[in-house]
């Protein structure tokens, strides 16, 4: 598959089918991630890889009743909670770069999983305290994002984008 076509592939999958993923798929998603760009090449991310049913609940158990994403993690057979250390990455005009990189640690996952036919769903509005003492992440450790993982059970549309005339510009502000 080419870069661009799993770009327009990449869907949120919120239903799974209950076929397992195996070990060997999963690290070359972790794979993919970890060739990400980060900050001063410094690598913040962690990675914690779930299959157990007691921790997937522990997940589970920092995502409110409304949020729609969690019907996607109790389906999926993996879930991956995606950390950072801070201090492992830099403060710049105010911007904490951990974010940033995690993001593409993240992204660099999705966009291998498309390729494999795996389905993801990048959630990130979660109960942090609560999930990190659910699974033992240390304290300084910040949970950037959670993905459910595994083969969709669904065939979303795509979502609309805007055009590349509303959102880029060449040479001054406002002028394509």
């Known amino acids: 598959m080419e870069l661009l076509q799993a770009l327009q592939d990449r869907r949120s999958i919120r239903k799974y089918k209950d076929t397992p993923v195996g070990r060997e798929a999963v690290e070359h998603l972790l794979e993919a991630?970890?060739?990400?760009?980060?900050?001063?090449?410094?690598?913040?991310?962690?990675?914690?890889v779930v299959t157990d049913a007691a921790k997937r609940e522990k997940i589970l158990a920092g995502f409110g009743d409304d949020?729609?994403?969690?019907?996607?993690?109790?389906?999926?057979?993996?879930?991956?909670?995606?950390?950072?250390?801070?201090?492992?990455?830099?403060?710049?005009?105010?911007i904490h770069y951990?974010?940033?990189?995690?993001?593409?640690?993240?992204?660099?996952?999705?966009?291998?999983?498309?390729?494999?036919?795996?389905?993801?769903?990048?959630?990130?509005?979660?109960?942090e305290d609560l999930i990190r003492k659910g699974l033992g992440i240390p304290p300084t450790f910040r949970i950037v994002g959670i993905t459910p993982l595994?083969?969709?059970?669904?065939?979303?549309k795509p979502r609309p984008r805007k055009q590349l005339n509303e959102i880029a510009y060449f040479e001054k502000w406002g002028e394509n």
């Open 33 to 48: 991630a970890r060739l990400a760009p980060s900050w001063k090449n410094q690598q913040c991310w962690r990675f914690l």
């Open 67 to 94: 949020n729609p994403g969690k019907k996607g993690i109790a389906a999926a057979p993996v879930t991956i909670v995606v950390c950072a250390d801070p201090a492992e990455s830099g403060i710049e005009n105010g």
């Open 98 to 127: 951990y974010v940033a990189d995690t993001a593409m640690a993240l992204e660099h996952l999705c966009l291998a999983a498309t390729e494999m036919g795996l389905g993801t769903c990048w959630m990130g509005l979660f109960n």
């Open 150 to 156: 595994g083969y969709p059970d669904q065939d979303p």
